[in-house]
């Protein structure tokens, strides 16, 4: 099938299946003749592998390691459960840390609707902002 074939198969826009390739993670044939790319139904299962671990987080560069660790016959699942254990620990500091800048913008927005609107003077951009240093 061609690019535009995949694409539709897969529900993602050519520009994906060609970046894909362009990086290595989709290897397709050529045709001699015309220069096409032809992928095929074996190509259609990593796409849809991709897309699936492109769902849980994981970057491309981990998809191509785990891709890489597959074809080596080398399981790649403790690897992928080491992964996944690291983006989850990382998007939890990454939650707390938008806890508190949401509590931050709240507190800002709470003592801003107390104060009157300030013009630039030179000195001054935005009182405001430059009001909340105890933050």
Not at 1 to 17: D, F, G, H, N, Y
Request: some cysteine; proline content about 4%.
């Amino acid at each position: 099938m061609t690019v535009t074939q995949l694409s539709k198969r897969a529900k993602v826009s050519p520009e994906i299946i060609r970046y894909y390739t362009r990086i290595g993670l989709l290897n397709p044939r050529r045709d001699q003749n015309n220069g096409y790319r032809h992928f095929s139904i074996e190509h259609a299962k990593r796409l849809k592998f991709i897309l699936r671990a492109k769902g849980l987080g994981f970057t491309l560069t981990e998809i191509g390691q785990i891709l890489n660790h597959a074809q080596s016959h080398d399981s790649p699942c403790p690897m992928v459960r080491d992964l996944i254990a690291r983006h989850i620990t990382e998007n939890r500091r990454k939650l707390d840390q938008l806890a508190e800048l949401q509590i931050r913008m709240e507190k800002a927005l709470a003592q801003w609707k107390e104060m009157p609107d300030g013009t630039p003077d030179g000195h001054s951009v935005c009182h405001l902002i430059e009001a909340m240093d105890d933050l």
